[in-house]
């Protein structure tokens, strides 16, 4: 399996997590991960196609939102929410408190 490119945090930036976040798809899988803390992309996917959902992890990813590692043959995704706290502290927070 490749491994993923993460960008540094200090290469985030307020306009792409923004955008990672304005698609309800993405903003799903930013909740079940902050309730869960990991969950593998079988896990998150519930029932979507994969080929979409691969696109949504990898927006999430390049915005630097979640880290995705490989374990096996699985994919366990990670919500970077201290990182993200440390850069825009509170973000994270203000937008997951929004009820959909």
Known sequence: MREYRHP???????????????DPIRLSIVR?????????????????????????????REAGIIKTRNDGT??????RGHELAEVFPGLLPAILAVRS
């Open 8 to 22: 540094q945090i200090t290469e985030v930036q307020l306009e792409s997590v923004l955008y990672a976040l304005s």
């Open 32 to 60: 079940q991960l902050a309730r869960e803390g990991e969950a593998t992309c079988a896990a998150l996917e519930n029932g979507r196609p994969k080929s979409s959902m691969s696109h949504h992890f990898r927006v999430l």
């Open 74 to 79: 699985s994919r366990i995704n990670e919500l």
